[in-house]
């Protein structure tokens, strides 16, 4: 997970013009690919989550104490890091053109 992490930092937030035909020829349909691509940024998203929750919940407190500072420090941290990582729509679409998602269609017959 840390590896996939680690390659998805290289991906450029920048916004690129992508072939639609290639996209469409992926599922035979332009349509689908895109609901492939969302719905694989949706999980992604949820993991995202997931996680991002599960390290601020370590800081949770019903007490007022002066370590409270320090601790904020260390949540704007995590915030910062996450907030750095490429949109999940980007890490989606990427996932996609590089074939790392399966998908199954059995409508489609990519032989045709």
Known sequence: ???????????????????????GKKTGN????INVVSKRAS???AT??????????EFASSTDNLEEVFENRE????????????????QALNEFLNDEIYV???DFDPSK
């Open 75 to 90: 949540q704007i941290e995590i915030s910062k890091y996450y907030e750095k990582l490429p949109k999940v729509a980007l």
């Open 43 to 45: 999980q992604l998203n």
């Open 48 to 57: 995202l989550k997931e996680e991002l929750h599960k390290k601020l919940e």
């Open 30 to 33: 332009l349509y689908k690919s």
């Open 1 to 23: 997970m840390e590896k996939k992490k680690e390659e998805t930092k290289s991906l450029s937030p920048f916004i690129e013009t992508r072939d639609l035909n290639s996209l």
């Open 104 to 106: 199954k269609d059995n």
